[in-house]
């Protein structure tokens, strides 16, 4: 990891997927994303996994869905049986998406993620992570007032994690209830995309609420599939694990009457090409799209 960065880099190959599309289809591909869970709402919350399967084996090859799967990296067949690999898998857990519904929107939407950046290798092991001269380190850049948004890293030894959890108990408005940042890094266009968002919150929100605190960016492979294995809905191939993208924390701020704030904000900026969200619960997940923020600069040129 690197200490700062003037610009995010503008290599032509980082853009490439992300213009396989227009946002004009992106649009469209969401729009049919609805309509098939409003579909599958008429067979109940949730579906059975059978009629999901079948309802989604039925309407994926739809032209809606197909313009953006078959411009994904492993093409259109690979990425339904993909999609329904997952829901077949889909296990209900505390730490997952509600029910199978959240599951399949989670899923399908998450192939926005993948056509932008599914041609990127991703982290294979934590190893990998430390060592990307692309991942911008996110203490350095607090330090030195370059981050409007706050995070903090998971506690590690049990002395660590007993007091974080007595603080959470004695002061729940100090902190969301998350593990925290395995990897406090992530690559500066998304570094660049949360300051963009935690301005645009700061102007909103209610007084006195908190700052946009995010709470997981990069990650490897290997990490991906144990919180997987914990019963996340961590999907594979993920932004994530190519730095691009990253989870905000939504239900701690609602004891601000500021949850509405963000979403509103979130979704703005996805109206404007610039990111996909994904509502994760308690977390939103979001991905910046190729090229959105390459105009702006994380940290100013010398005079």
Aim: charged share 25%; proline share 6%.
């Amino acid at each position: 990891m690197t200490g700062w960065l003037l610009s995010p880099d503008t290599g032509a190959d980082d853009l490439s997927a992300g213009f396989a599309r227009r946002l004009s289809d992106v649009a469209l591909y969401r729009e049919a994303v609805a309509d098939v869970l409003a579909e599958l709402a008429g067979y109940g919350r949730p579906p059975s996994v059978v009629t999901a399967e079948r309802v989604l084996a039925q309407r994926l090859p739809e032209p809606e869905f197909a313009m953006v799967l078959s411009a994904t990296p492993s093409g259109p067949e690979a990425a339904i049986q993909r999609i329904l690999r997952d829901v077949r898998s889909y296990r209900h857990s505390s730490n997952s998406a509600g029910d199978l519904t959240d599951m399949i929107r989670i899923c399908l939407l998450t192939q926005i993620d993948v056509l932008w950046w599914g041609h990127v290798p991703g982290y294979k092991s934590d190893l990998d992570v430390l060592r990307a001269p692309e991942l911008l380190d996110l203490d350095v850049l607090r330090r030195d007032g370059k981050v409007a948004f706050n995070y903090r890293r998971q506690a590690t030894g049990l002395l660590a994690r007993a007091v974080r959890s007595a603080e959470r108990a004695a002061a729940p408005r100090l902190a969301p209830a998350t593990v925290g940042l395995r990897f406090a890094c992530a690559r500066a266009e998304a570094i660049v995309m949360l300051n963009r968002i935690a301005v645009d919150f700061a102007s909103f929100a209610p007084a006195g609420t908190p700052r946009l605190w995010v709470t997981s960016l990069a990650r490897s492979v290997a990490y991906q599939r144990q919180l997987r294995a914990l019963g996340y809905a961590a999907l594979l191939p993920s932004a994530h694990c190519v730095g691009y993208a990253a989870d905000v924390e939504m239900t701690w701020f609602r004891q601000f009457e500021a949850d509405h704030v963000l979403q509103a904000v979130l979704l703005e900026h996805q109206r404007d090409g610039d990111i996909n969200v994904i509502d994760e619960g308690q977390a939103w997940h979001i991905c910046v799209r190729p090229g959105a923020g390459r105009a702006l600069r994380l940290i100013p040129r010398p005079r």
